[in-house]
């Protein structure tokens, strides 16, 4: 596991700062990134219940990249931006970036895949203000956006 | 009745069952995700190959529900309806509730307070 923040850490633009987190892409690391999306969420006055919907949102979309049961082999690798132009996202907002290995096909012993992800796609769209994944044939990346809905 | 408890000590995370008869309570404490989710269902199954045919699932120190976790839920609820049983929730917090709504989840699960 390890972890930076910009711009010294990893070049960032000066624009906004960077948080890199890579761990290995098992389920058990999901919980680092749900903390360190809420810690950053609670530095730009994000309500509790717009930190849960983020946790939640976040969750779901690192468990594209870790999958269930064991995890997969390699990395996953999660940028936390936080523009400081807060014009150009429509707010105070957080940007989460994220790379992980393809995994296996594998049966969910509890539901029919397609239903979890029937699931998943219902909590994103709720939750998330702006999501993006797609698929090359060894990487799964995800783009979110969520933006601080209350004023300060 | 009987009370077994088994937990993942590293994440805070903790499932107690509780039989009595057919009825089993079933408390979870911490964060259900797709790292503990697994030890719920172990529990769930095992609840469930011991006869019970009502399960209270006590969502009350749970702190947080994923698609995961919801997936087993939805798991148990079905092995209990098909043997004529039945799985309800009690006092699962705001969060999960919402999680519940957004899902649709909510108009096939009972809630208890």
């Known amino acids: ?152 | 009745m009987r009370v077994d408890e088994s937990s993942i000590p590293t994440v805070d995370f903790a499932v107690t069952t509780e039989v009595d008869n057919r009825t089993c309570i079933v408390s979870v404490q911490g964060e259900l995700d797709v790292y503990t989710a697994p030890l719920l269902r172990e529990r769930l199954h095992e609840v469930l190959a011991q006869g019970a045919s009502k399960v209270v699932l006590d969502l009350h120190g749970m702190t947080f529900i994923d698609s995961t976790g919801l997936g087993v839920v939805i798991g148990a609820l079905k092995r209990l309806r098909e043997s004529d049983g039945d799985l309800v929730l009690r006092a699962p917090s705001r969060s999960t509730r919402k999680v519940l709504d957004i899902t649709g989840l909510r108009e096939i699960l009972e809630i208890i307070d």
């Open chain 1, 1 to 152: 596991m390890s972890a930076g923040v910009g711009p010294e850490a990893n070049g960032a633009s000066a624009d906004e700062d960077h948080i890199r987190l890579t761990v290995p892409a098992r389920p058990e690391y999901v919980r680092l990134a749900r903390l360190t999306a809420s810690s950053l969420a609670a530095r730009l006055g994000f309500t509790y219940d717009e930190i849960e919907d983020l946790r939640l949102a976040v969750d779901e979309l690192c468990f594209l990249l870790v999958g269930p049961g064991q995890g997969r082999d390699g990395i996953v690798s999660l940028t936390f931006s936080t523009p400081h132009d807060h014009d150009l996202v429509g707010g105070p907002a957080l940007v989460i970036v994220g790379e992980g290995p393809v995994g296996p096909q594998r049966p969910h012993p509890d539901s029919h895949p397609q239903e979890l992800g029937e699931l998943r796609e219902l909590i994103l769209t709720a939750l998330a203000d702006e999501y993006t994944v797609s698929r090359t044939s060894d990487t799964v990346q995800f783009r979110m956006v969520t933006r601080r809905r209350s004023r300060t």
